[in-house]
Each structure stands twice: as C-alpha cells, then as structure tokens.
C-alpha cells in the first residue's frame, strides 16, 4: 500500500518546498504524523476546484498540512478558518502557512472546536462552502451537527478518517463508535447526499463526502 500510495502521490502530488517543510517543522516540534497524505491533499483540491468553493471550514489545524492545500486552490480572494485546540499545534501551524506565503487567506483559531462552531454561528459567520472534519473522531456527530447549522444548500462537509483501518466494521471497537455514528448519520439523514471514498494511506482509510440537499 505504501509503495502504490507513493506512486501515485509521486505523479499528482509531488511534494515542493513550502509542504516539505511543513512535515518537516511538524516532526521537528514533536506533532503527530497523522496529516492527511499528499493524494488525499490533492483531493482535498479537487474538491475546492470543482466546487468553486470560496469560503472553507477546516476543523482540526495540527501543522497545517492540510490547511496549505485548501488555501492554495481557493481563489484570490478566497478564505480558510482554521480551528484548533492546541496552542503548540496552532503556532506551529502558523509558522508554516507563513513561510507558504498564504496568512492572508487562513485564519487559525485557538480553542476547542465546540466553543469556536457555536462562535461562528451565534456570529453568523456562515454559511460556508466546503467544511473539513478532521478534529478528535470522538466528536465528528457534534461537529456534522455544527456544520450543518454552517451551510447552505450546495455546501460540501467532508469527513476525514471514515474507515480507519477498517475499525467501523467492528461493532465492539469502542474507539470507532464516534465514527460509525457519523458515517450512519451522513448515510440517513435527507438534508445529505453522501458517500465514502477509500482511501489508500499506510492503511486503508476513506473520506466522507457529503452535499447538502
Ligand atoms: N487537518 C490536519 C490534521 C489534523 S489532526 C492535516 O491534515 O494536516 C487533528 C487535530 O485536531 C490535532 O491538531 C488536534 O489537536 C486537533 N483537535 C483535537 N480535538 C480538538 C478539539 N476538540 N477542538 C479543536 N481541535 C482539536
Ligand atoms: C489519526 C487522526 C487522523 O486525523 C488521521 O488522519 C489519522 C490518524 C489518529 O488519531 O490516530
Ligand atoms: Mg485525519
């Protein structure tokens, strides 16, 4: 699978140097490597391009890996919101975007995405265009629920991480629960038109892609 995914991400993704330091500064500072891959960066793209998506949603910044790529396909006057938790994380993330050139397009806000959806809402900074779940899976049913209160018709919601290795198949993995309540709500729930790519990571995994009706 690595060897495959390596293939690929090497005729559509190769990486340049604002993304290679970016991974590189994350390892440095201690982050965790679970940014999404190149190829699901690239999708991640896509998805911006062909929606025409302008104002996007990202919840879970860690080093910025993935928040480069949003702001990189939105247009010129296009903007990336940010959220997450960890200030360590944030900073860094900063950091990286900075040296991208692109802090004037992503804003990252620090503090836990619960306070910062209701924020947003009670604001009325919505609707967005394309919001990007990719925060603690534990609370992917209370995110969808914020980010549907953030959309408008047309509005795609993504959902990183939707097959984990294949955990959502287990019915006794306590740690995909979350998950599988996400993917069953974005599965019923008419407002969506959704589905899930498989994806090929170190292991196998998906994104969830859902369109609001
Ligand atoms: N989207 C990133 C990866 C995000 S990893 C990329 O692909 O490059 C998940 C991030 O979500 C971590 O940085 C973690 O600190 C953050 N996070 C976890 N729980 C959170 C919460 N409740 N609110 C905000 N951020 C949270
Ligand atoms: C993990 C989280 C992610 O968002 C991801 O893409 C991969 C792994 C994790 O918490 O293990
Ligand atoms: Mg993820």
Redesign the pocket.
């Known amino acids: 699978m690595k060897e495959i995914d390596a293939y690929v991400a090497g005729l559509y993704a190769p990486p340049d140097e604002a993304l290679t330091a970016a991974l590189r500064e994350s390892e440095w500072a201690g ?2 490597r ?3 891959s190149a190829s699901e960066g690239r999708l991640l793209q896509m998805l911006v391009e062909i929606s025409g998506a302008r104002r996007v949603l ?10 480069i790529h949003f702001a990189r396909a939105l247009p010129k006057h296009g903007a990336l919101v940010s ?4 200030e360590r ?1 944030a900073e860094v993330a900063r950091r990286n975007v900075e040296r991208a050139g692109l802090s004037e397009r992503i804003e990252i806000r620090v ?4 306070d ?1 959806l209701a924020g947003l809402v009670e604001n009325g900074e919505g609707p967005f265009d394309l919001i ?1 779940i ?3 899976k534990e ?1 992917y049913p209370e995110y969808l629920a914020w980010s549907l209160r953030l959309s408008r018709p047309g509005t795609l919601i993504l959902g ?1 991480n939707a097959i984990r290795e294949g955990s959502v198949i287990d019915p006794n993995d306590p740690s995909a629960l979350a998950m599988r309540e996400f993917n069953e709500k974005l599965a019923k729930d008419p407002r969506l038109s959704a589905l899930i790519l498989p994806l090929i990571r170190e292991r196998i995994d998906g994104l969830a892609i859902a369109r609001v009706r």
């Open positions: 982050l965790p679970i940014n999404v990202e919840i879970g910044t860690l080093g910025g890996y993935s928040a959220l997450e938790r960890e994380h503090g836990d995405a619960r910062a990007f990719d925060a603690d609370g990183d």
